[in-house]
């Protein structure tokens, strides 16, 4: 059974930098694209980034682009979330998701398997 745990959460000041990470179980990591998803109070949940198991291509939400980075290393089977320059605005409950797939993976219905999310709260 498929097990994700995300850490690395906590409260920062703005401008401050946080690393999130996720260890991955029970699937076949090197094929799993790892996708970053967030979810502010009242809000809908969001893409943020995602790194596809293919090479490890890239993409960000527009919002993030510039200030996160993802990555994710193979042999320990986990992905991470660098967040730089950190904004109020990027406060909320952080997730990291994987899928096979490696196409059409910064929509939440592409993906299978969720961990259970960590808080981050950015005060101004």
């Known amino acids: 059974q498929a097990q994700l745990v995300e850490s690395g959460g906590g409260s920062v000041q703005a401008g401050g930098s946080l690393r999130l990470s996720c260890v991955v179980s029970?699937?076949?990591?090197?094929?799993?694209?790892m996708g970053w998803f967030r979810q502010a109070p009242g809000k809908d949940r969001e893409f943020v980034a995602v790194a596809t198991w293919n090479g490890g291509k890239t993409q960000y939400a527009d919002s993030v682009k510039g200030r996160f980075t993802t990555s994710r290393d193979n042999n320990k089977n986990t992905a991470y979330l660098e967040m730089a320059s950190l904004k109020p605005e990027d406060t909320a409950t952080y997730y990291c998701?994987?899928?096979?797939?490696?196409?059409?993976?910064?929509?939440?219905?592409?993906?299978?398997?969720w961990g259970q999310g960590t808080q981050v709260t950015v005060s101004s």
């Open positions: 998701a994987a899928t096979g797939n490696i196409v059409e993976v910064t929509v939440e219905s592409a993906y299978e398997s």
């Open positions: 029970g699937l076949s990591f090197n094929w799993q694209s």
